[in-house]
């Protein structure tokens, strides 16, 4: 058995102890919480880059967003009538009974008093946007929630509200599903948006742009206008890119110098050669009318 002076030491030691591991205890979680990224402020660059979480590019959908009046800025589908895509399945179904686009096609300006389904929001700029409820809720079963938008300066979050559409004759018919206003002088314009946030340098590319401009000059397209691709963004080999000047939607009838807006992603293989994953154009001009 130990005597009682041993007892004793044995008893200081153990306190000595235990005031150690609890001043280290302290210690290791103040330091925690100085460190957890969840008490830091969030920014638009705060985001892990691929070297950390590999991005899965297959995996990636993006869509491309557009200004298209002060209060008309969201992701934006192009209605290709010749391909029977869900968007173009649903159109057709309330159309049949609402009159989404036979009046706007040959009398925008009768279309509110032939149709009251139809609303109209916005006819004085570029294109002219109209509303329909049946429309609304059948498309934002298929797109609704949140968005990660890549602005020329950064990247924002926001949800989507509504759905408003343009139909043309001969220009791009769209539907746009809106986003709520976006301080351009904080993060620029918006380009495209994705449901994932990934982590994007946001700067410019001149290298990039200068190939883009060689490419596009060098095979002469038969439709052109004086907007030129430009890089914005980057992530390894991959890029985001825009042409636009940001000025269309007030450009009308003989005074329209824009025609061909777009957005698009752009890869650059180890060889340095380019190619794009994707690019999503609009048609202001009327092409299938020319």
């Not at 330091?31 to 691929?50: D, F, L, V």
């Not at 329909?132 to 979050?157: H, M, P, Q, R």
Request: overall charge negative.
């Amino acid at each position: 058995m130990f005597g009682e002076p041993v007892l004793s030491k044995l008893g200081e030691r153990l306190q000595n102890m235990l005031t150690r591991l609890t001043i280290f205890t302290i210690g290791f979680v103040l330091i925690g919480a100085c460190s957890n990224p969840k008490t830091q402020t969030e920014t638009s660059n705060n985001i892990p880059r691929e070297s950390e979480i590999k991005v899965n590019w297959d995996n990636i959908e993006f869509f491309p967003v557009y200004e298209f009046a002060p209060d008309i800025m969201g992701l934006t589908i192009e209605l290709d009538f010749d391909h029977e895509s869900d968007y173009v399945k649903i159109y057709r179904s309330v159309d049949s009974t609402e009159n989404l686009g036979t009046y706007l096609l040959f009398d925008p300006d009768s279309a509110a008093r032939l149709s009251p389904e139809i609303i109209r929001i916005d006819t004085n700029h570029r294109m002219l946007f109209y509303k329909n409820e049946t429309f609304d809720k059948a498309l934002l079963k298929l797109i609704s929630g949140e968005f990660y938008i890549y602005c020329t300066k950064g990247v924002i979050k926001r949800n989507l509200k509504d759905v408003v559409y343009s139909i043309s004759e001969c220009a791009s018919n769209v539907i746009v599903f809106r986003f709520d206003s976006i301080d351009v002088k904080r993060w620029g314009h918006p380009i495209l948006c994705s449901r994932a946030k990934i982590g994007f340098e946001f700067a410019s590319f001149p290298e990039l742009d200068r190939e883009m401009f060689a490419l596009k000059h060098k095979e002469e397209p038969a439709y052109t206008d004086n907007l030129e691709n430009k890089s914005f963004a980057k992530l390894d080999s991959v890029y985001l890119i825009y042409a636009d000047n940001f000025k269309w939607m007030n450009e009308r009838g003989g005074y329209a110098e824009t025609f061909f807006p777009g957005r698009g992603i752009a890869v650059t293989s180890p060889g340095k050669k380019l190619r794009f994953r994707k690019f999503y154009g609009l048609d202001l001009f009327g092409i299938p009318c020319d």
